[in-house]
């Protein structure tokens, strides 16, 4: 019923950039919150970024000042720019959607990830 489409991942070098999107189709009434979490080898999985329907976007603590989420609402699309990125990035970032179906009920779905590596 619903897809992630997610793009972006890769390798760069500490202080490089990239830039994540996540894309949702489907049958969607409403998308109600898109972000990123990420997760480590042995560690456990951690909130990056989210942005709701009215643009209010949260940060993970270790993220703030360098990443910034953004999104177009028409495309159902999620942006994450990473900037500064340091080897501590180095994780699969998994897109998360909260949506909702015609009878209103909150729905959290998840992409498959995609591999960041930040390695001289």
């Known amino acids: 019923q619903v897809q992630l489409v997610e793009s972006g991942g890769g390798m760069v070098q500490p202080g490089g950039s990239l830039r994540l999107s996540c894309t949702a189709s489907g049958n969607i009434f409403s998308v109600n919150v898109m972000g990123w979490y990420r997760q480590a080898p042995g560690k456990e999985r951690e909130l990056v970024a989210l942005i709701n329907r009215g643009d209010s976007a949260t940060y993970g603590e270790s993220v703030k000042d360098r990443f910034t989420i953004s999104r177009d609402s028409a495309k159902n699309t999620a942006y994450l720019q990473m900037n500064m990125l340091e080897p501590d990035d180095t994780a699969v970032y998994y897109c998360?959607?909260?949506?909702?179906?015609?009878?209103?009920?909150?729905?959290?779905?998840w992409g498959q990830g995609t591999q960041v590596t930040v390695s001289s």
């Open positions: 998360y959607l909260d949506w909702s179906d015609y009878t209103l009920r909150s729905i959290d779905y």
